[in-house]
């Protein structure tokens, strides 16, 4: 996304998505099993990274965007981080006992090829039993529904003032759309980043998970721990585990 490239909408990006519960979420399902290697694929500026690492973890978090790792290695404790710029498929082998993907970062790879080399770039780095949590908006639940100018316009409070922002969004295929964030400045300085998001179901999900060679362990439907479809959250919050044996 391109907030996690420019400097200014990194510091937007920051403003709008504080810790949150599905930063707790996530803490207490790293809690639930050993797990001293930790990989953040996709950390952005590190809110969550940080923390597991403040919680004993050793963490190595990945992002292809150089000012949101800039960002991340600034904030308090992200010297306990090994940062990387990159992606799964650098990931060394057997190298962690559990991976994390947040912030709907599943939902950016829209191609299947794409999707499905980053879920065996995972695979091969986690131990055998490692496990893969992340998060993917269910479509059913139609968030897209929101993104125009009218329904997502909202002030960012920032250190120099406040920033207007609204989405944009066309669909390019069936659960396939392509997003527009806009942003204007108090000084009058317009950006605006761009991305195209899957929203895949949850039976994509699962053949996904298990070509790659996972077996699903749980599929959330809200961040209460909610079964799919229950809960007014509209989230696929998968916990997978890597299959002794890598499939090819």
Same mark, same amino acid.
């Given at each position: 996304?391109?907030?996690?490239?420019?400097?200014?909408?990194? +510091?937007?990006?920051?403003?709008?998505?504080?810790?949150?519960?599905?930063? *707790?979420?996530?803490?207490?399902?790293?809690? +639930? #099993?050993?797990? !001293? @290697?930790? %990989?953040?694929?996709?950390?952005?500026?590190? $809110?969550?990274?940080?923390?597991?690492?403040?919680?004993? !973890?050793?963490?190595?978090?990945?992002?292809? /965007?150089?000012?949101?790792?800039?960002?991340?290695? $600034?904030?308090?404790?992200?010297? $306990?981080?090994?940062?990387?710029?990159?992606?799964?498929?650098?990931?060394?082998? =057997?190298?962690? &006992?559990?991976?994390?993907?947040?912030?709907?970062?599943?939902?950016?790879?829209?191609?299947?090829?794409?999707? &499905?080399?980053?879920?065996?770039?995972? #695979?091969? /780095?986690?131990?055998?039993?490692? $496990?893969?949590?992340? *998060?993917?908006?269910?479509?059913?639940? +139609?968030?897209?529904?929101?993104?125009?100018? @009218?329904?997502?316009?909202?002030?960012?409070?920032?250190?120099?003032? /406040?920033?207007?922002?609204?989405?944009?969004?066309?669909?390019?295929?069936?659960?396939?759309?392509?997003?527009?964030?806009?942003?204007?400045?108090?000084?009058?300085?317009?950006?605006?980043?761009?991305?195209?998001? =899957?929203?895949?179901?949850?039976?994509?999900?699962?053949?996904?998970?298990?070509?790659?060679?996972?077996?699903? *362990?749980?599929?959330?439907?809200?961040?209460? @721990?909610?079964?799919?479809?229950?809960?007014? *959250?509209?989230?696929?919050?998968?916990? /997978? %585990?890597?299959?002794? =044996?890598?499939?090819?």
């Amino acid at each position: 996304m391109g907030e996690f490239h420019d400097p200014r909408l990194v +510091e937007v990006y920051d403003a709008e998505c504080p810790w949150g519960w599905e930063d *707790d979420f996530f803490m207490a399902v790293l809690a +639930e #099993r050993s797990a !001293h @290697r930790v %990989v953040d694929l996709g950390c952005g500026t590190g $809110r969550l990274a940080i923390a597991m690492a403040g919680a004993g !973890h050793e963490v190595t978090a990945v992002d292809p /965007a150089v000012a949101a790792l800039a960002a991340a290695r $600034r904030k308090t404790g992200g010297e $306990r981080v090994r940062w990387l710029q990159g992606t799964a498929g650098q990931l060394a082998a =057997r190298s962690f &006992d559990a991976a994390f993907m947040t912030d709907h970062v599943a939902q950016s790879y829209p191609d299947d090829e794409e999707w &499905d080399g980053v879920l065996r770039g995972l #695979r091969r /780095a986690l131990v055998p039993e490692g $496990r893969l949590i992340f *998060d993917s908006g269910d479509p059913a639940f +139609e968030p897209w529904a929101l993104w125009n100018p @009218r329904d997502s316009l909202r002030t960012v409070p920032l250190p120099d003032g /406040a920033a207007r922002a609204w989405s944009e969004a066309a669909e390019v295929e069936p659960n396939v759309w392509h997003v527009t964030e806009r942003y204007r400045f108090p000084d009058g300085r317009e950006l605006a980043n761009s991305a195209t998001l =899957r929203f895949r179901t949850e039976a994509q999900l699962r053949d996904s998970l298990r070509e790659a060679g996972f077996r699903v *362990d749980r599929v959330y439907g809200g961040w209460g @721990r909610e079964p799919v479809g229950l809960s007014g *959250d509209g989230e696929f919050i998968v916990i /997978a %585990v890597a299959t002794p =044996r890598l499939m090819s």
